[in-house]
């Protein structure tokens, strides 16, 4: 008997493996992570994984225009701080600054540890100056990279506010 045959004939191992990936699938969209189930053909078994893919997927116009002007007013601030740690580290190899992972900040050299702070409270005073949380201007950030069609939307709002 194939696995697909054996997997449609054992009804507690289809509640099982059914409970399991709808536990994990709510889990997953708690986590904010998209979650998709694919069936292989040879095997008849599902497969979970997660994606952010469409974490910010109903992104507002004016939400957009809050995302686009809130980067055009961080754009000068990030410049002057990266320009800053350039000059102290001697080098353009600049070290990645994540504002939303308070860890890495923390492994950063204490001289430009500070700058990179005032950087990220600059830049979370904007997005909330433009009413986005910074959760949610960094969950449209993650968005813009995957949707072509946001990535759009947000030029055009930059081009017209410029």
């Given amino acids: 008997m194939n696995n697909a045959k054996r ?4 009804p507690p191992a289809i509640l099982t493996r059914s409970l399991l990936v709808g536990g994990l699938a709510t889990a997953g969209l708690l986590m904010s992570l998209v979650p998709t ?20 997927q109903a992104v507002t116009d004016e939400e957009v ?20 740690i350039r000059q102290i580290t001697g080098s353009s190899n ?5 504002c939303d992972q308070p860890r890495r900040l923390n492994d950063l050299p204490s001289d430009i540890r500070q700058i990179a702070i005032n950087y990220c409270d600059q830049a979370r005073n904007i997005a909330q100056r433009n009413n986005l949380t910074i959760r949610r201007f960094n969950a449209i950030t993650i968005a813009h990279q995957e949707d072509p069609d946001l990535s759009n939307r947000i030029q055009q709002a930059i081009l017209q506010l410029q």
Avoid at 37 to 56: D, H, I, T
Avoid at 94 to 98: C, F, L
Wanted: charged fraction near 25%; avoid cysteine; charge should be positive.
């Fill in 65 to 84: 225009t809050n995302y686009a002007r809130s980067v055009l007013e961080m754009e000068p601030i990030r410049r002057s701080a990266f320009e800053r």
């Fill in 7 to 10: 997997f449609r004939s054992n």
């Fill in 94 to 98: 600049i070290p990645e600054i994540k």
């Fill in 37 to 56: 189930v694919n069936v292989s053909a040879e095997m008849g078994v599902p497969q979970l994984s997660f994606s952010r893919a469409a974490y910010a």
